[in-house]
């Protein structure tokens, strides 16, 4: 494995079981400061198990985790400096917009003020301004998923963790929303951890793709030499690469 300076994100030797099934084995990967990593795999291959053991929302059966340099393998969600947008909006039904975006900072105790420069922010960069004062029911799709990744973007973090978050879009929205993260990430320069099943979605966004299968990384690199050069045939399958 190529070594990477002070990543970001370091993985080292992650293994997760459920009871006697092993769903990542000894997995070890390296996210470079301000890099948009995308973990590619078919359903049910460990992306969102992955994910979640970043996030701090699963435990880990064995090995270690770092961001910024911290081990943060034992740390609390909220403590490990990660914002986390999902595929279902995960918004909270009965708070207004605003509400949905300031909750967590408040809870957190950030200052007013703070905050609510925060939220124009958000709002400007997400172009969500006209949309503040609205329940998520009266939001499209689209619209909502934007909420969604707000929330992740007041947190003011710098490590994005995105779970399939356009999977439940339509193909419009979706290719709309492909070109705005990738505008978002150009403009923060923040680290992203990006799961899908969408080869399209992968080739368009990463800077190098982690393709998964069985709980195991299969090859990462840029998207073209994956695609040029895939190391076997499930990998060359699964990108669709000339045979
Ligand atoms: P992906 O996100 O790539 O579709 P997941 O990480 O959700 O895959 O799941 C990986 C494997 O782990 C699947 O075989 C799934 O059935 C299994 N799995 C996921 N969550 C649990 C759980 N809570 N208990 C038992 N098995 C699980
Ligand atoms: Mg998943």
Redesign the pocket.
């Known amino acids: 494995m190529t070594r990477i300076e002070n990543p970001s994100v370091s993985i080292q030797d992650l293994s997760l079981n459920f009871g006697a099934v092993s769903v990542l084995e000894t997995l070890s990967i390296d996210v470079a400061e301000g890099e948009f990593i995308v973990l590619l795999g078919p359903?049910g291959c460990g992306?969102?198990t992955l994910l979640n053991c970043i996030a701090g929302l699963l435990d880990v059966s064995d090995g270690r985790i770092f961001i910024k340099g911290k081990n943060v393998t034992w740390e609390e969600p909220k403590d490990r400096g990660i914002g986390m947008v999902f595929?279902s909006y995960a918004l909270y039904p009965q708070m207004t917009v605003e509400k949905n975006l300031s909750f967590g900072l408040r809870v957190a105790g950030i200052p007013r003020d703070e905050i609510a420069k925060r939220i124009a922010r958000a709002a400007e960069i997400l172009q969500i301004e006209p949309l503040l004062q609205r329940k998520p029911s009266a939001l499209s799709g689209g619209q909502r998923q934007r909420v969604a990744i707000g929330r992740a973007l007041v947190r003011d973090v710098d490590v994005f963790l995105f779970?399939?978050p356009l999977s439940n879009l339509d193909a419009k929205l979706r290719a709309e929303l492909r070109v705005e993260i990738k505008l978002l990430h150009s403009k923060l320069q923040n680290t992203m951890i990006y799961?899908t099943h969408d080869q399209i979605e992968a080739m368009t966004l990463a800077d190098r793709i982690a393709v998964m299968k069985g709980g195991v990384i299969q090859q990462l690199d840029a998207p073209q030499t994956i695609y040029n050069r895939p190391v076997n045939r499930f990998v060359a399958g699964f990108l669709g690469s000339p045979a």
């Open positions: 359903s992306k969102s595929q779970d399939e799961v």
